[in-house]
């Protein structure tokens, strides 16, 4: 499905990040992404932030130019959305630790919300920067997850990366699966310490997209689309591609290191 909509609302959710709701049918799972675009201008692929019903939404960090033109957008701007594509999360784990890092929650909020609907326990080891730019805090809250905070310069929760956290709530209680996402050298380092714990590990990757169709090899990672054969893959599968957590690509396809 492919559409041009209006944007309905525009909420600033952080100082860097900014959610935008917009009416598109599509049914889509919590994990997926849509190809969004500004007519005339660059298109970006963007996971789902609200997946239920019509009313389906974007949560975009400020990086480049293109997600800044994305965030400068307000009500009532028309933009492209295509999708959704990709493979969402397994639903059925009952215990869940979420371990999101930066606008990486964006994907996660959904997914956790529909686990916490059917029944399942959630536990959140959030981590951003700074206290306010800590993503989706009171969304998690007010859907009966417990948040645990981690920011860079301890302005919020425990100071330091969110992997610090990860690890002890690893150790003190039991999980079904951690879903995660985030900078890859932060997923690689949560994939470690549940692995150690023999928790399965969902994470939701990143790459550069073009067609989102498994056609045009831009997302190629190893032997994988991320497009069709992710974005959300259990980690064993990544664990044996040497560019997992360690290289990026750029959008002429270079290897790039982090
Ligand atoms: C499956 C998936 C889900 C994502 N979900 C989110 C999300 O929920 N929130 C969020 O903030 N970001 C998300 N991203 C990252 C987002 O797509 C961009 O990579 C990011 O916003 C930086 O784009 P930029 O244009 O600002 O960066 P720049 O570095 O300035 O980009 C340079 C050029 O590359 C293009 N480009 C950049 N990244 C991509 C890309 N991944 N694929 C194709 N073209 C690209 C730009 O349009 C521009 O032409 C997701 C990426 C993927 C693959
Ligand atoms: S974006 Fe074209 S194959 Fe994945």
Known sequence: MREVVPVVERVQETPSTVTLRFDFAPVAAPGQFVMLWIPGDDELPMSLSYTDGPRKGVTVKAMGDTSRRVLGLGAGTRIGVRGPYGRAFDLSPRRLLVVAGGSGAAVLAPAAAEARQRGASVTVALGATTAPELLFAERFRAMGAEVVEATDDGSAGTRGFVTG???????????????????????LKVVEAARSRGVPTFCSVERHMKCALGMCDACALGPFHVCTDGPVFEAGRLLGETEFGRFHRDPSGRRLPG
Not at 173 to 185: K, S
């Open 165 to 187: 956290p990860t690890a002890r709530l690893l150790g003190e209680r039991p999980f079904d699966a951690v879903w995660t996402c985030g900078p890859e050298v932060m997923m």
